[in-house]
């Protein structure tokens, strides 16, 4: 499993508010360099420490055993590490357990020793806050069906012997629920796309005024979905491609048919061998090479195939001819102050990673009411602007209060 590594945290005050279960002497660890210690910055530690470590040994063997191509073992540890979540078998600890689960699975994959381009340090860290903070679930079978209410629902519909329905945020409580059948490395690609969704949420509103004035909350859904699945789908092709460079040929993300917006001569693939980066390849060089070339005929036609597969998976009306708003959003905001772009900043900064974390504090506030963009879209969703997207038919199942905003990820085979 990769390891952060090379934050300097040293004198950083606010650690302990931040990660809450962090035990006091945690400034004295000289941190420079070394890899992070996660399993102390879990709520839960020290009291469950010994079924902590276990279940984190146990992932990297999962880890190991699926990216060596030994499907049947990683099943086999899948199954061992599911069971041992259940709070039946530990119930002071199911919690942390399943905070540690959701951080392990987003630690693991290939070692990258060039620093991690594709900012799994940074997720890892942001999961940590997130799960301590209490905001990241299991969508379960039982959850699903009282969501459904005994109806034919989003919440429930499977395919494939699987449900389609992989992750979900929900902007107006700002929780993220993660299928509870996703195996460790497509919880991961969800848990990106939500994470995603939700950083944009909490922290975008302020660029966005634009779109919400206008009303245009329909572009801004579509480029946000767009974004969040590319940022999810290529944030796993990185480890595939990784694991490639060094001799693997498992391919693990076009294994069943989740998440593989990068398949094998697909276009996003065909456009990345295009801009010739080297794997893992950042998001918004990418992005910004593909931006550069995308009125050139044969670019034009591979995004043109990109924004159309995404947006039939997640609107029902494809209207009008492909015009790449969704990929290629006006807002500035996408590019100068996103999730993906805040941690490239800081990447080259480090010195700036301080005020990352200070201003995450501020999360304490955002996180516990809708943001002014989230409160637009439930608006939009009102007035039925957003009737075609089909985050909008995961509200109001059941009559359950609070289920407006959803932000869907799915398993949609592209
Ligand atoms: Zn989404």
């Known amino acids: ?40 910055w879990i709520r839960g530690y020290p009291r469950c420490q010994k079924e902590m470590e276990s279940l984190w040994a146990s992932l990297a063997d999962y880890d190991q055993k699926f990216r060596a191509g030994d499907e049947k073992s990683a099943e086999k540890i899948y199954s061992q590490i599911f069971r041992s979540m259940d709070a039946t078998s530990s119930p002071s600890c199911a919690d942390a357990l399943r905070r540690t689960y959701y951080v392990g699975a987003v630690s693991m994959g290939p070692s990258y020793k060039g620093g991690d381009g594709f ?26 069906h009282k969501m459904a209410d005994g109806k034919k629902s989003l919440w429930t519909a499977q395919k494939n012997g699987d449900y389609l329905l992989s992750g979900v945020y929900r902007c107006q409580n700002s929780q993220i629920y993660l299928s509870s059948s996703l195996r460790p490395f497509n919880l991961a690609a969800s848990l990106a796309h939500e994470i995603d969704h939700l950083y944009r949420d909490k922290t975008g509103f302020r660029f966005m005024w634009d779109w919400i004035n206008n009303k245009d909350v329909r572009s801004f859904v579509i480029s946000d979905e767009i974004l969040a699945s590319l940022y999810g789908a290529l944030y796993q092709r990185n480890l595939f491609l990784l694991d490639k460079e060094s001799g693997s040929t498992v391919d693990y993300t076009t294994q069943g048919d989740e998440f593989n917006l990068f398949q094998k001569n697909g276009p996003l693939s065909q ?67 996103s999730y993906i772009s805040q941690l490239r900043r800081l990447r080259r900064d480090p010195g700036q990673f301080n005020n990352y974390l200070l201003e995450l504090e501020t ?52």
């Open 271 to 337: 456009l990345m061998d295009f801009t010739h980066l080297r794997p893992p390849i950042p998001f918004f060089e990418f992005h910004g090479l593909i931006a550069q070339k995308k009125n050139d005929p044969w670019v034009k036609g591979k995004l043109c195939e990109v924004d159309k597969t995404i947006r039939a998976g997640y609107f029902a009306q494809i209207k009008g001819s492909c015009n790449l708003e969704g990929i290629f959003p006006k807002s500035t905001w996408f590019t100068t102050e």
């Open 363 to 414: 999360w304490e506030e955002a996180l516990v009411r809708p943001s002014p963009v989230c409160s637009a879209m439930i608006e939009a969703e009102d007035r039925g602007d957003l009737k075609d997207y089909i985050g909008s038919q995961l509200e109001d199942q059941g009559g359950h209060t609070g289920n407006s905003g959803v932000k869907p990820c799915l398993r949609v085979k592209y």
């Open 119 to 144: 900012y799994r340090d940074d997720l890892v860290l942001m999961v940590i806050l997130l799960a301590n903070k209490n905001v990241i679930h299991f969508l379960t079978p039982e959850l699903r």
């Open 1 to 40: 499993m990769a390891v952060v590594s090379g934050a300097d945290l040293t004198g950083t005050g606010s650690w302990s508010r931040l990660f809450e279960g962090v035990p006091s002497g945690i400034r004295d660890d000289n941190l420079r360099g070394t890899p992070l210690p996660f399993l102390k």
